[in-house]
């Protein structure tokens, strides 16, 4: 990386931007905070995962070529969300005339944490959280971006979220009994299997309330929206923060 700062280019998800504006913010001021100089392009629109999803890829083409066109100015792009950086990375269908630019966006996009460690070589943040975390690896970044090791993989155990918070003072890392199961949102798993969606939900909650967790993070607003939503409806004590707030409330 040169001498100078980054520019990069902010892409917030739908449901940061509707919902959980606040780890938007957090994410802006975090990267601020590591010398980056940071541009939210305000036409920016939905990646299209929604879309793809539900099996309608061919309709994904016009939020694609928007996609392309606002960012392929940057230095890098981050987003607080493994589930729509790897849609950008390996989804996108193939845009015909646009595949130089398509190539570029696709190694230039990062998901936060993965910008932190792999980019900026963040290795010891200064900063203190006293509280007992438990982390939830969201399927998207944890096997689809290699955010994490998966368990049923013979290798050295990584993590690069933990690599950044159990350096924070006071921070206590939670291991849990599961640590890689599926929350089961899905995003359109949850609406089409609710039951089971409800009851995978159900079973990571009860990893972390068992494990005496405080405060529930991850690098996925959906997943945690999900975990949340159910926890409340039950009256669970629990805290729920994406990894950006955290790190962000702890380093000054």
């Not at 392009?41 to 099996?55: E, F, S």
């Not at 015909?96 to 570029?104: I, L, P, V």
């Not at 690896?137 to 979220?161: D, V, W, Y």
Request: proline share 4%; hydrophobic share 35%; net charge negative.
């Amino acid at each position: 990386m040169n001498s100078q700062k980054p520019h990069i280019g902010l892409f917030i998800p739908c449901y940061v931007d509707q919902f959980y504006p606040e780890v938007g913010i957090a994410t802006l001021e975090l990267l601020e905070k590591f010398g980056c100089q940071v541009s939210y392009p305000l036409d920016q629109t939905c990646c299209g995962q929604p879309m793809a999803n539900a099996g309608y890829e061919r309709d994904t083409v016009g939020t694609s070529e928007r996609f392309i066109e606002l960012f392929q100015e940057y230095d890098y792009v981050v987003a607080p969300s493994g589930s729509c950086v790897l849609h950008v990375k390996e989804h996108f269908p193939v845009i015909s005339g646009k595949e130089k630019a398509q190539k570029a966006i696709h190694d230039k996009i990062f998901e936060l944490t993965e910008f932190l460690t792999d980019i900026l070589k963040v290795k010891v943040p200064k900063g203190s959280f006293p509280h007992r975390v438990g982390y939830h690896a969201s399927c998207h970044g944890q096997r689809g971006l290699r955010l994490a090791s998966s368990s049923e993989m013979n290798i050295t155990p990584f993590n690069k979220a933990k690599s950044l918070l159990e350096n924070l003072e006071g921070l206590e890392w939670v291991e849990l009994s599961r640590s890689d199961e599926c929350c089961g949102f899905g995003g359109t798993f949850a609406v089409t299997e609710e039951a089971l969606s409800l009851q995978m939900g159900k079973d990571r909650l009860d990893d972390h309330l068992s494990h005496d967790v405080e405060i529930l993070t991850g690098g996925d607003m959906s997943c945690i929206m999900h975990l949340q939503g159910i926890a409340s409806r039950e009256g669970r004590k629990l805290k729920f923060m994406h990894v950006a707030e955290i790190l962000n409330q702890a380093i000054q």
